[in-house]
């Protein structure tokens, strides 16, 4: 080989070299990107398309069947007052109980005629009180010493356990809704002159786990029969006793059915199939997930129609921060969509009303994407994040559009993600579960507390109830103790 070559080699090698130090600062800059957005950036996933001729796409008119035209209107209206006037103040609920106190003048008013009074409110607190329940059964001696008469004790939660259902519904609302851990109830107990061992606060809260068994287990036979449901998992750290120091990360499963508004958490030590493959045993319907592969397998079945997250595509094309003139197009585009959605949920359609709306203006612009992302495809390099972003969508294109062929489907999956936001506040909390018996006791807990919410119930006064009548409950009626079903009366 002459120098001649080996300069030459040593050029087109250094050119290569330098090319690829180049792609891996233009990678590094926007993982900084990335980050930067992620620490300073908006956490709303709302995008304002800056085209103006898309404009006319998020008309309400698009809706509209008479094709009438618009017109300007002008109105007056009252000038709003002056901050430095004053500022209105919130009414206090009428559900309050009112206390009142009678002011008198200092004066004597003795023969003076009341034309009117002055009534002042002011919002009042005073702290949780701690009362003991005495059952006092008076003993009777029967005739000609035939034995005793005395009245039978009901039925405690805990047998034999000192905790009345308040307590136990204070402290389970406590750890598993308000976040605090129990020490901190403990401690604040305390305050109240009533000093609990840590072993029997835990202990009251594995009983109360077992008392509620059959009702949680009831709300697992339910989302196992619906025909559409939603579901996510999220991460948990909990204590490994076979590793000293550390924690293994375990899973949250959450299956939601939007139709009905109830939610149904499990637990598992592993991500993997085996983590949901005992619930999805008896599942037959639409499984609407985010693509990971787990579901993949399962929305694989002929028994089970899979959909997909228009959200989770979403998030691909946010982060192709390269490209901004096709990110800002696919966002734009993925908007339209999401701006129907909105105008559907405010006009409070029927299932049928919704289908019939989305195929006339969802699916045509679905459409246009589909050509769109054919022609992006062969435009970026499959390894830059345009590129990956473009191949999801339509690696989970079918799944994607099937929220047009029924009503009750949602274009995305984030109404499940927001159910499991309770878990995410839990964990700044108690940053870990302490083994996975007490996680699959947390998954208990938010399962029955996240459905009193879902009902509109006080998860507190839901618990109280559920405590108070299970242990004399018909288990051939657990649907009467189900939070959609309890009468607001009653509790």
Partial sequence: MTLENLLQKDKHQLAEEMLEMYHELQHKKLELDELKRMVFGTKSERFISTNPHQQVLFDDSKFSETGSETEAIHYTRRKVADKKAGHGRNLLPDHLPRVDHIIEPEEDVSGLVQIGELISEELEYKPAELYVNRYIRPKYAKADGEGVLVGFLPNRPIEKGIPGPGLLAHILTGKYVDHQPLYRQRQIFKRHQVDIAPSSIDGWVARSFDVLIPVYERYRLRLQAKDYLQVDETPVRVQDPSVKGKTHTGYFWVYYSPPDQEVFFDYHPSRGRKGTAAFFEKFRGSLQTDGWKVYEYFGAREDITALHCMAHARRYFEKAAESPETRNEALSRIAQLYHIEEDLRKKELCPDEIRELRLKHSLPLLQ??????DEQLTKHLPKSRMGIAVAYMLSQWEGLIRYCDDG??????????????????????????????????????????????????????????????????????????????IILKDI
Avoid: C
Wanted: charged share 25%; proline share 5%.
């Fill in 368 to 373: 246009e994407m589909k050509s769109w992302l």
């Fill in 408 to 485: 009750r489907y949602q274009i995305d999956n984030n109404w499940v993600e927001n159910k499991i936001r309770p878990v995410a506040l839990g964990r700044k909390n108690w940053l870990f579960a302490g083994s996975h018996i007490g996680a699959q006791r947390s998954a208990l807990f938010y399962t029955l507390t996240s459905n009193a919410k879902l009902a509109g119930l006080d998860p507190y006064r839901y618990l109280k109830k559920l405590i108070s009548r299970i242990p004399d409950h018909p288990m051939n009626k657990l649907d009467e103790l189900l939070a959609h079903n």
